[in-house]
């Protein structure tokens, strides 16, 4: 059996089933010997956006993505989704192969490149191949991302064909000692708040019931909008997008317990959000993660699951919850109306800044229409740019997994992308895609595969004709903004070009033939070119470029 059959054999056995990818002389039979044990094969039209997809399932799925690639070229193709996936610590294995001689064409330096965006780098050996693959894969499943390098003349090594078995990991038990602390502040505080991050994903069942045990509100990081969806106690997203009524209640808290999350700045709002009174613990199944954005005040190594199950065996209300087991708490039925009435941003005045001639829309108005035209049921995945609160806050979610936001390297360009692996992840949802006229343009050729897939996807374009972040950034200083405005665009046309359903929306109304795109099998992708009113920023973008 040759060394790439058994690769694939072994990525299969752990539990691939869909890679996403571009094939090429150097990935072709490690990606057909997935396809031979079982796995889907998804054909990208570039590599830059099979990265990205590769990155949104794995975030939809909950599981490990794949990757495969070229060598050369198709690795460097795939780089800035890449390095998104590694920094969001995405778990996702890179299949590349290696042009080992120097003087190749194909020659490049894979470890120092994974080491230059954060990606760990595995090899597989011609006599330890099954061993290799099954550590890479498990690598991913920890939460890394992780380069695998395939060397050509070793892919084309014969050795012992391979069978199983897969090999498990215990889980690591908490320590009792490292809990004391933590119990005693959560025993102690009036005014709790957790924030459960990206590491947090998975634990929104023992993270609500220690909350319930001992009154805290729950709010997220932006990469887990959605995972306490439907609480009464949800604050939603912390930071910079945070509505008011959430910044003040966390402004008042006197412990602030992230779970799974860094308090990045824009978590924190610069560090300003936490008042410096309160107590800051930090819980996180990775240490090198204490400490690396702000001081904390005590630190829980584990994972959060097991950390949270592991409090409720010792609060002395039990696991079963008692609403507020604390004395003077605030959980009150006041706060409860205050938070189910004023912790969505729909639910905040504001003056709708849609003009006419030509007509837009405001962003805002433009969300809300599609926030309720939509069904509940849905996956929002959001690229980068001026517009991304709109869709990050005005569209509703049903849970963590509904929403994928793509803002680690605060790259332009990688929603589109990321949204169809979102949507081969879940197909039995609707998958909104929403990204900004630049970040379309750049990823419109993957429109392609969206055809191709025949998933139920939407895409949205908040079209302000220019890179709206720059020029609000340095528009009021008086700089000179022709090289980030641009000609009004029938993106819709563009859309249609490819084979996918178009409009254009400029009011309200204009969006009433999406119920009939709704109502049918949904297999043509729609592609919306909002005309989207630009007189200001977006309100969280001032403090965004507070961190440049």
């Keep these: ?12 056995a752990h539990g691939a089933r869909h890679v996403f990818g571009v094939v090429g002389s150097g990935n072709f039979h490690v990606t057909n010997a997935l396809v031979a044990a079982g796995a889907r094969f ?62 190749s064409n194909f020659f490049i330096d894979l470890p120092a490149l994974a080491a230059a965006v954060g990606a760990d780098f595995h090899r597989v050996r011609a006599t330890h191949a099954a061993e290799d693959a099954g550590a890479a894969y498990r690598a991913a499943a920890r939460g890394a991302t992780v380069v695998l390098g395939l060397p050509l003349d070793v892919q084309e090594a014969v050795t012992e064909p391979w069978s199983g078995p897969v090999p498990t990991a215990a889980p690591t038990p908490v320590t009792a000692p490292q809990l004391e602390p933590l119990l005693a502040a959560l025993q102690a505080a009036r005014r709790p708040v957790f924030i459960a991050g ?17 009154g805290a509100l729950l709010a997220v990081s932006a990469a887990a909008k959605g995972l ?50 309160a107590v ?34 010792r609060l002395s209300v039990g696991a079963t919850g008692a609403g507020d087991a604390t004395t003077g708490g605030w959980r009150t039925p006041e706060l409860a109306r205050r938070i189910r009435d004023h912790c969505r941003w729909r639910t905040v005045p504001y003056q709708d800044e849609s003009a006419g001639a030509p007509a837009t829309i405001d962003p ?91 998933l139920p996807l939407l895409v949205v374009i908040y079209d302000d004709a220019a890179y709206g972040a720059e020029v609000h950034h340095f528009g009021p200083d008086g700089h000179p903004l022709e090289t980030v405005t641009f000609p009004e665009t029938d993106l819709a046309a563009i859309a249609r070009g490819y084979g996918c359903d178009g409009l254009t929306a ?22 919306i070119d909002a005309k989207v009113s630009a007189a200001r920023g977006s309100w969280w973008l001032e403090e965004a470029f507070r961190g440049h």
């Design 364 to 454: 805002r108005t433009l969300s809300t229409a599609l926030d309720d035209l939509l069904p509940a049921d849905r996956t929002v995945v959001v690229d980068s740019g001026n517009f991304m609160g709109y869709p990050s806050m005005w569209l509703d979610v049903p849970d963590v997994a509904g929403f994928c936001f793509t803002q680690a390297f605060q790259s332009v360009g990688l929603g589109l992308a990321s949204a169809l692996g979102a949507a081969v992840a879940r197909p039995d949802r609707l998958t909104v895609a929403a990204v900004g006229d630049g970040g379309f343009v750049m990823s419109a050729t993957e429109l392609v595969t969206a055809v191709r897939l025949a």
């Design 42 to 103: 998804v054909a990208a039209a570039h590599e830059g956006g099979a990265a990205s997809m590769a990155d949104g399932y794995a975030r939809t799925a909950g599981t490990v993505g794949l990757l495969s690639v070229h060598q050369g070229p198709g690795v460097t193709n795939a780089l800035t989704g890449l390095t998104e996936a590694a920094k969001s610590r995405t778990p996702m294995v890179v299949l590349a192969p290696e042009a080992t001689a120097p003087l």
């Design 198 to 214: 990206r590491g947090a994903r998975a634990a929104r069942e023992p993270l609500t019931r220690l909350a319930d045990a001992c």
């Design 280 to 313: 800051v613990v930090q819980v996180d199944h990775e240490p090198a993660a204490f400490g690396v954005n702000r001081p904390v005040d005590l630190t829980v190594a584990g994972e959060v699951s097991a950390v949270a199950e592991a409090l409720l065996a």
């Design 228 to 277: 306490f969806a439907g609480n009464p106690w949800n604050l939603d997203v912390a930071g910079g997008f945070a509505t008011p009524l959430t910044a003040e209640l966390i402004g008042t808290a006197d412990l602030v317990v992230a779970w799974g999350s860094t308090l990045n700045m824009w978590t924190t709002r610069h560090g300003e959000l936490i008042p410096p009174s």
């Design 1 to 12: 059996m040759r060394v790439a059959e058994v690769v694939g054999r072994v990525l299969y």
């Design 506 to 527: 400029r009011t309200a109304a204009d969006l009433a033939p999406v119920r009939h795109w709704l109502a049918g099998p949904r297999t043509r992708p729609l592609v």
